[in-house]
């Protein structure tokens, strides 16, 4: 019984880090059709926001308080990096779609070799909280602090995007936005406005899934977001592009499958597997879990 609730719960885990990488991806594409291969890069900033933040920033550090003003260092860093992106670099290419892969390719590479030249390729340790070190008994399994972390954060931006997108002006836009993009302009609604802000969220969550993972990992390279990257697609295709709700679900269905057949299988089966499911999704239900449709 232990081992399932352990598994189980490290499968949550897992399944909360890739929802926090990809609820961005899957908004940035539903509404501005932006297949956003640089979207590893906000979360290898957040990352190496957070972990400087807490060695360097006044008041900042490993644990209590300063470890919260870290991570929103490193989220708020993301964002701001999330918004240049698309201002500066996807603004002027919305309708070319190859140039938008070719440059968010091109920047994905170019900030993996940033974060390489300024620290180094090798991992650093990241700093964390004594209490995430430690484990919590549930239902007689000893699960990490670290864990349990992820799965509350993703639980909580879960709740808020869909807050945001029920409740809110311009999460009424971009859910519009996504169904029809046309019809929302000729309302003369500036649908732009929506793309920064979706850029903009995308970086705040993939930079907090940044932050966190790093808290889980204990260590932060300039290669794992890219990592995380390919999994996060997985889920956003599986849930179907643009649907929040969708990738949230993708997201349960990959980790728990990854971590019971690879304790129960070979090393290595539970990625193969997803790649399965992922093929028969494609071949089945190429619309994924819920469909494009920016949910709640």
């Not at 993301?78 to 918004?83: C, I, Q, R, S, T």
């Not at 938008?100 to 340790?125: C, E, I, Y």
């Not at 008994?137 to 931006?157: C, E, R």
Request: aromatic share 10%.
């Amino acid at each position: 019984m232990g081992t399932i609730v352990l598994l189980t719960l490290t499968g949550l885990g897992l399944a909360a880090l890739y929802f926090l990488v990809a609820a961005g991806l899957s908004l940035v594409f539903g509404l501005a059709d932006v297949l956003n291969f640089a979207h590893g890069l906000f979360l290898s900033v957040g990352a190496y926001g957070t972990w400087w933040a807490a060695n360097n920033l006044p008041g900042a550090g490993p644990g209590g308080f300063g470890f919260v003003l870290a991570v929103a260092f490193g989220v708020a860093a993301g964002a701001l990096v999330g918004a240049l992106v698309e201002l500066v670099m996807i603004r002027p290419l919305y309708s070319r779609n190859i140039e938008q892969v070719l440059v968010t390719v091109g920047l994905s590479l170019a900030g993996v070799a940033l974060l390489q030249a300024s620290w180094g390729a090798d991992p650093r340790d990241f700093p964390r909280p004594e209490w995430s070190r430690q484990v919590s008994v549930v239902l007689g399994a000893k699960v990490p602090n670290s864990i349990l972390l992820l799965i509350v954060a993703a639980v909580v931006v879960l709740a808020l995007l869909l807050g945001f997108l029920r409740y809110t002006r311009y999460g009424l836009i971009i859910r519009a936005g996504v169904e029809n993009r046309e019809m929302v302009t000729a309302l003369g609604i500036d649908v732009r406005k929506a793309f920064t802000l979706v850029f903009v969220i995308g970086g705040a969550v993939a930079a907090l899934a940044g932050g966190l993972g790093g808290v889980y990992y204990g260590s932060v390279s300039p290669s794992q977001g890219g990592s995380l990257l390919i999994f996060a697609f997985i889920v956003v295709v599986i849930g179907g592009m643009g649907s929040v709700v969708g990738s949230a679900y993708a997201a349960v269905v990959v980790g728990l499958l990854q971590q019971f057949v690879n304790y129960y299988g070979t090393s290595g089966a539970g990625d193969l597997c997803v790649v399965a499911l992922l093929a028969a999704v494609l071949l089945l239900r190429p619309q994924g879990i819920a469909g494009k449709a920016v949910t709640a």
